[in-house]
């Protein structure tokens, strides 16, 4: 009898066994569905991109700024135009593909500057560098209709996380009566601040009345950069003018950006560059 009983409870056991196995997966994924389907689930998650999001210092925007500049031939200066050697054609070409510096067509992104912005921003930098001694004290202030403003992206194409957005304001041929004098004629400013990586501008100032160690100090500390170390090499076929002094900032990595400040005698044309 015990047994019999000990063999029909094993009867039993294998039974409820089968019937997990066959039924079993299919409740359960029954039951799991009505806690899921037509409910709201809210779970705390990492942005999307999130992983992505570089921030480069001030040092590093230069140097790819400059990378891409060099990769590229843009308007500028009528003066520095000029200037443009078949050395420097070469050296654009070897550089094509790694760098570039394209129109942005999408537009301002986030918190950057709008176009309805950009004037009155470039005004505030004007401002801010005339009470450093950066910019001449009788440089005017820009207005919309008489300079083209351009929103370019510089990539760093084998990464394009290194990137850097600039509006480029460039006084137009046509404006009013064609005067020059004390104006901004080119200018590139980041768009996230506002802040200058070039400019070139008509001035009353003479080289010699320039300072341009007080300029590049006040500039550098500006725009959150290091200092810079000195230029050893004294090439005086390197810009089209004798009268500018260079200076070298740490770029990315072992690399390097140069810094020019210079000045074109006789259309007294006062210019802060960037190169490689």
Known sequence: MKKTTINFTLFLLALLIMALSIWGPEYLAVYK??????????????AEGE?????LSGNEKLYI?????????????EQN???RTGTEGAELQELEGT???VVNHRGPAGKEITREEIFSTCNETIASLKALGVLPQTLREVEGA????????AIDVLEPRNNVAVWKLSLLSNTRNADKSNRLIDVCLDADDGRPYEFYARTELKWEEIDPDQMIEEWRKYMGLDAPAPYETENPLL??????????????EEERTIVTIGFYEGINEL????SR
């Open 51 to 55: 992983g992505y999001r570089y921030t």
């Open 65 to 77: 700024l400059s990378q891409c500049l060099n990769s590229q031939t843009l308007p500028e200066s």
């Open 33 to 46: 569905d009505g806690r899921v389907l037509d409910r709201i689930q809210t779970y705390t998650a990492e």
């Open 271 to 274: 210019f802060l560059k960037i």
């Open 239 to 252: 810009e089209a003018t004798p009268y500018y002094k260079k200076y070298v900032f740490s770029g990315m």
């Open 99 to 101: 760098y570039a510096f």
């Open 81 to 83: 135009a000029l200037t």
């Open 146 to 153: 008489d300079y083209e403003a351009v929103l370019y992206s």
